[in-house]
């Protein structure tokens, strides 16, 4: 059936365009276009824009109106382009009319379309064809939504290797592996009573845990990739009035949180996004921390505790002005999370001599990153920002060797199949049957096909490509 859908975002626009794929596109379009060179559609170059009019027609069986307009009146003036199947992005006879971007425009070319003999497309179900039809693995297809939905440089980074198809060469080269030692390894059980070895057990060994091994290196760009293109949640947390809405009010450059000498101001949870060196940040402001009886403070306290634990960079906030020690932070406060940058804030208000006092009292970890600052002058915010945006990157992607996992479900089934594989390692160091080492081997196996869509289900391509625009 072919199908056809708007391809560019709703709204009021310059350029709108409408895409139509399937093997009777060409023939449903050319009877609501007219081109200006007076060429029929069916003749014209394929991957070339021609100048038209956009017409409506009447229904062929009443001679009815399909819109109330007449027979042959204009809609608008665009530009046709046909891409003939399998060179186009679904696989198949593509035309696209791009008109201007008015949703009434839009509209009335699509219902044009419609009664011409095509229907609407679903979400997502272009990409869907171009993956049914081979022109995508799964993990493209899956790409080509992390392309359009990209909120930093870092994330439309990774989004453009999955699409290129760096992820999917990797997985189908680890796959093939798999599939050549279950091909051995059922030889060598279907010729079990001839004298024939089809594969060592040192070579079967050293396969395995040579596959293995690089299913765990993937596996270990997983929350480095899924934080870079989510977004990395950055929590400040602290005791009250320490200046922890002060700091996220200066890092967003905007007074998002109320400020004021109470302490305990800040009862809840408060998240705004940045983008700082095409990182995407969350950062989230909490409540101070401390004994209360008040309900709505506890309750601000009890939240607080639920973000650190789950923060990708603790950012703890110390007032200069105050104790310092056992005082300052306790991890019985906030759970067992240690803060990955510690920000010694008011310094404005404490001499040089004070200063250096709290600094060395500070318990900081190796790896923890001391900023001293004050809100009030800007003091040490650079400071401040460039040691998140380190935290969040973790160093670069672009030289790294191997491919970088940034989804989900990605990291799953890399997972299932990692662990498969060691089941199967086991089972060859222990001298099990080949029969129960294949069952290990191709579980592996299938798991790797999810990640191309070499082994899907209807379940899953439906619950990837609904969350697509109707028109890609």
């Excluded at 891409?83 to 044009?112: K, N, W, Y």
């Excluded at 790409?143 to 990774?158: K, P």
């Excluded at 870079?228 to 007074?255: F, Q, T």
Aim: aromatic share 2%; proline share 2%; charged share 25%.
């Amino acid at each position: 059936m072919t199908i056809c859908g708007i391809a560019t975002p709703l709204g009021d626009g310059g350029i709108g365009i409408v895409r139509i794929s399937g093997c009777d596109a060409v023939s449903i379009v050319e009877p609501l276009v007219r081109l200006r060179s007076g060429v029929p559609l069916r003749q014209v170059q394929r991957r070339r824009l021609y100048l038209a009019d956009i017409l409506c027609r009447k229904k062929p069986h009443d001679g009815t109106v399909i819109f109330g307009l007449q027979d042959g009146e204009i809609i608008d003036e665009g530009l046709v382009v046909v891409m003939e199947g399998p060179r186009s992005f679904t696989g198949e006879d593509v035309v696209e009319i791009q008109c201007h971007g008015g949703p009434i425009v839009l509209g009335l070319v699509c219902e044009a379309c419609v009664g011409a003999g095509a229907r609407l497309a679903e979400p997502g179900e272009f990409t869907k064809r171009a993956f049914l039809n081979g022109r995508l693995d799964l993990s493209q297809a899956e790409a080509v939504l992390d392309t359009i939905t990209a909120r930093s440089e870092a994330g439309l980074r990774l989004a453009q290797r999955h699409l290129r198809g760096d992820l999917g060469r990797e997985v189908r080269d680890l796959r093939n592996g798999l599939l050549g030692i279950l091909g051995e390894l059922e030889a060598g059980i279907d010729f079990s009573d001839e004298d024939i070895t089809f594969i060592h057990t040192s070579d079967l060994e050293d396969a395995l845990s040579k596959i293995g091994g690089d299913i765990q290196r993937m596996l270990r760009t997983a929350d480095r990739g899924i934080r870079l293109r989510d977004g990395a949640r950055v929590v400040v947390a602290g005791r009250p009035n320490v200046g922890k809405s002060s700091v996220l009010n200066r890092l967003l450059g905007e007074d998002r949180a109320i400020v004021t000498e109470v302490p305990g101001t800040t009862r809840d949870v408060i998240e705004e996004s940045v983008v700082w060196e095409g990182f995407r940040v969350v950062l989230v402001d909490t409540a101070g921390v401390r004994d209360t009886e008040d309900v709505v403070e506890r309750e601000g306290i009890r939240r607080t505790k639920v973000v650190v634990e789950d923060a990708d960079v603790l950012v703890q906030v110390l007032d200069a002005s105050e104790g310092q020690g056992e005082e300052g932070w306790s991890a019985g406060e906030c759970g067992s999370r240690h803060p990955d940058v510690i920000v010694i804030n008011k310094t404005d208000l404490v001499s040089d001599l004070r200063l250096s006092e709290v600094s060395s009292g500070v318990k900081a970890g190796a790896s923890t990153k001391v900023i001293l600052t004050s809100m009030r002058t800007g003091e040490g915010l650079d400071c401040l920002r460039d040691a998140i945006v380190a935290c969040v990157s973790g160093g670069s992607f672009e030289s790294d060797g191997g491919v970088v996992v940034t989804n989900i479900r990605h990291r799953d089934a890399l997972a299932r199949a990692g662990i498969a594989v060691e089941r199967a390692l086991d089972a060859v160091r222990t001298g099990v049957q080949p029969e129960l080492i294949v069952v290990d081997v191709r579980d592996s196996s299938d798991a790797l096909g999810e990640v191309t869509g070499a082994i899907t289900s209807d379940e899953i391509l439906s619950h990837i490509f609904s969350n697509f625009c109707i028109g890609k």
